[in-house]
């Protein structure tokens, strides 16, 4: 009797040891390249380095910028799908042609602000999770903005339309579209890459926020910037399923909380800096993350606004919408029966 007793306790210890080792986890990520600035150094980072005290879980995290990886950011899906690594910090733009429901979240024109792009990404983040499970294996954790996307020219400009004639670098098709439309000619070129296309130019201009550009120089290159809201930049953090279905339900919890809780502090991040970023950039005070340059700020005029304002309508949507409606044939209706009841758009 004692003997079977003193077997039955040490089954139950190893059950008990195997239960505790199945919660310590060791996770692979790939973070936002450090080109991109601030929030990749000031938020994200932060939060990897310290994964364990800041989700509760008990977790080592091997994180790395992707630009120190030799990894495309347009790659990143494929690589979550194939579990190279466990978590990637997902450039939303640069991985649309694999799955181009994720533009959806930010059409050119569709969110002018952060409020309106909160209640995007709010309306539309379960349609994109969706895809991104059925097809790559990855489960969405979260959506945020690097901020309003912007126009830097070395050439000067006063208008919109003064970019018909120019080469102007674009990061995602939709915006390429609407670059085409007033008469510029798109040329997709990475971030890293972008500074010296400027400096030699390969370009006359470049989208992007203006922290990021702060970040990279790129006013070194360029005499003026137009403030106008082409997109928000959405990105986003996506986990291999496997890896997220390897954890137990307390943690996975735990793991979502956590995620929630970076995603809310970046679009607060992302405000100010961007505030912050275009006083910085045209030498206005005052000016606290990044350096001060002397860019000429152009005014945004109404018919700039107007046709930004118009270009989900006329433009971004519908050329989106057959691109996305081929590969998932509820892309658009999806769209508007949340993001586009959400904006009566």
């Keep these: 009797m004692r003997k079977t007793l003193t077997l039955a306790a040490a089954a139950a210890l190893t059950v008990s040891a195997s239960f505790t080792m199945a919660q310590t986890y060791e996770f692979k990520a790939i973070g936002q390249p450090v080109a991109t600035g601030l929030i990749q150094k000031n938020v994200e980072q932060p939060f990897f380095e310290n994964f364990a005290e800041r989700t509760g879980i008990d977790a080592t995290m091997d994180y790395k910028p992707l630009d120190v990886t030799g990894i495309k950011d347009t790659e990143e899906l494929r690589i979550l799908k194939s579990r190279l690594v466990d978590i990637v910090s997902l450039r939303l733009s640069q991985v649309s042609r694999d799955e181009p429901t994720i533009l959806g979240l930010d059409l050119v024109g569709l969110n002018p602000d952060y409020a309106t792009g909160r209640i995007t990404s709010a309306a539309y983040r379960d349609k994109v999770d969706a895809q991104l499970q059925a097809k790559f294996n990855t489960k969405l954790l979260g959506v945020w903005p690097f901020g309003p996307q ?97 954890m137990t339900p307390e943690d996975q919890k735990k793991l979502e909380a956590g995620f929630d809780a970076l995603v809310d502090e970046i679009w607060t991040y992302s405000e100010e800096l961007f505030d912050d970023a275009v006083r910085c950039n045209v030498g206005a005070q005052p000016c606290e993350t990044g350096k001060s340059y002397d860019l000429k700020l152009v005014p945004i005029t109404d018919k700039d606004r107007g046709i930004i304002g118009n270009a989900v309508q006329e433009i971004s949507f519908p050329t989106w919408a057959e691109i996305c409606d081929a590969q998932n044939s509820e892309c658009s209706a999806d769209w508007k029966a949340s993001v586009g009841d959400a904006l009566n758009h």
């Design 150 to 246: 912007v126009l830097f020219c070395e050439p000067e400009i006063g208008q919109l339309s003064d970019l018909k004639g120019k080469k102007v670098r674009v990061y995602d098709q939709n915006l390429a579209n609407f670059v085409s439309s007033v008469g510029g000619t798109p040329v997709p070129i990475g971030f890293p890459d972008v500074h010296q296309s400027l400096a030699r130019g390969v370009v006359d201009c470049a989208i992007t926020g203006p922290s990021s550009a702060n970040s990279a120089g790129w006013p070194e290159v360029t005499n003026y910037m137009l403030p106008v809201a082409f997109q928000l930049a959405m990105n986003g953090y996506g986990m291999n399923l496997d890896a997220f279905n390897s």
